[in-house]
């Protein structure tokens, strides 16, 4: 069963280019939490929230844009973007967490039609204490851990709260950034339209 608890909304910004504009992209990160039959009905109590919801880049000017070359043409790196990402849950459990979403074939997350978003997850705080954070898996295949204070996240990645699965709590605070990127030819458009990407962030029940 999947339970939305919150959702976050990135405005997309209204594009400007010599043959037309985009007049709104959408990136909307929702945080649901996953359960299952066997799942301690504990975790069904927690919640999720993401503050600030919404995050309007406004109107964006081609020609103020400052393109560099990458191996997939000329793009814009648009300004970092963070939300806090609180998880409350009556008593303490082991926190982990994954992200999905619509991915590039690289595992990176896709922006519309013409761009990517980079995702980190960092700054945790479970009770008042500072944690790290370890990536269980990449991509959706078990890995190391591999632990870090910040984790830059793929599509289907795992992050456990804490250095080891071990420890628990009932109050994580950590900051979500997003960071979009987007094509030179995302500019140039014909007509207004809207676009949405979908990100999602999951607490997962521990089997």
Known sequence: MRKMMNAFNQRMPRLNGGAGYIALMLLTLASTMLTSEGA????NNCTITLSPPIHDYGELLKSRQ????TAQGNATTL???SSNLT?????????NVRFTGRILSDGNFAFGPKGN???????AVLDGNAVQLAKTKRKGV???????DTQTLSADDE?????NSSVKGTN???VVTVTPYLHESAFVVQEANVQEELLNIELLPMN
Not at 66 to 69: L, P
Request: hydrophobic share 50%; charged share 10%.
């Open 40 to 43: 301690r009905a504990d975790i």
């Open 66 to 69: 400052n393109f560099v070359n």
């Open 79 to 81: 300004s970092a973007r």
């Open 87 to 95: 998880i409350t849950c009556p008593q303490a459990e082991i926190m």
């Open 117 to 123: 978003v980079s995702v980190t997850l960092g700054s």
């Open 142 to 148: 078990i890995i190391g851990p591999i632990i870090a």
């Open 159 to 163: 992050i456990t709260v804490g250095a």
């Open 172 to 174: 994580l605070n950590a």
